[in-house]
């Protein structure tokens, strides 16, 4: 049996629909590469997330702000500058490290205000950390300056809670940089969904989180993109959470 029938199954024993969100990060200006991932969202209905980084944007972004694309973009803060400021033996990481945390916050409220401004309505106050890393004596701060929730990559070690809103699936291998795999990504995505339905969680839990890096996608990337989307619209029983509906799932995008 395929892994594809195997999701199909365990999203059909799902009581209330099954529900997604799809994040794509490090976006900065208009390229080939995120024409065709608006191209996707457009063609599938299913909305992107982009983690803008805010000290880099361009003017070419505001493609983003056609018509054709309003109801299937959105935009988060993807930090402000994606440098990273790790201390001797850290890993990499911008919101922490050797920076000031109050110098920190200032810039990031610089570049909050800068995506308003650009993108109006498009523009949700969540913040995304580069490299999905966050202090916590910075992350304790978010809620003041206006943040409603925190995106990083969901793990055991890093649950989801109240005022995250995390991702969880990451189709790139990024020690080989290349595609992670078909029945790998797959299988991150079944044991995701039956580990929430055996704990009885369905209908009361923050979606599954669909991580993509559109600059960096090989093409076997952009074709398994495509390749779940298909899946998506053949059955009825998933839904792709998307906007200011994040928040309370009161809504959701049906592909």
């Not at 694309?69 to 911008?94: F, M, P, T, W």
């Not at 308003?116 to 966050?134: D, T």
């Not at 790139?172 to 995701?192: N, P, V």
């Amino acid at each position: 049996m395929s892994n594809w029938q195997v999701l199909a199954d365990e999203i059909q024993q799902w009581s209330s629909p099954a529900q997604f969100w799809w994040r794509d990060d490090d976006a900065v200006a208009n390229s080939s590469a995120l024409q065709r991932l608006l191209m996707l969202a457009d063609q599938y209905r299913i909305p992107v997330h982009l983690a803008v980084i805010p000290h880099s944007l361009q003017a070419s972004l505001s493609v983003i702000n056609k018509e054709q694309h309003r109801a299937n973009c959105y935009v988060l803060q993807h930090g402000y500058d994606h440098q990273s400021y790790a201390l001797e033996g850290q890993r990499k990481i911008e919101l922490g490290g050797s920076q000031d945390v109050p110098e920190l916050l200032v810039k990031l409220a610089r570049g909050q205000q800068l995506l308003k401004s650009e993108f109006g309505e498009q523009y949700l106050n969540i913040l995304v950390p580069p490299w999905n890393r966050i202090a916590d004596d910075v992350a304790s701060e978010l809620s003041g300056m206006g943040y409603t929730q925190l995106s990083v990559l969901g793990s055991k070690k890093q649950a989801d809670t109240d005022f995250n809103l995390n991702v969880h699936i990451d189709i790139i291998d990024w020690k080989q940089r290349c595609f992670a795999g078909e029945d790998a990504i797959l299988t991150k995505i079944i044991s995701h969904l039956r580990d929430k339905r055996l704990a009885g969680l369905e209908g009361n839990i923050k979606p599954c989180g669909l991580m993509t890096h559109h600059l960096d996608h090989d093409l076997n990337c952009w074709l398994f993109i495509d390749k779940l989307f298909q899946f998506c619209q053949q059955h009825e029983n998933i839904e792709w959470v998307s906007g200011k509906k994040l928040h309370d799932f009161s809504f959701v995008s049906s592909c």
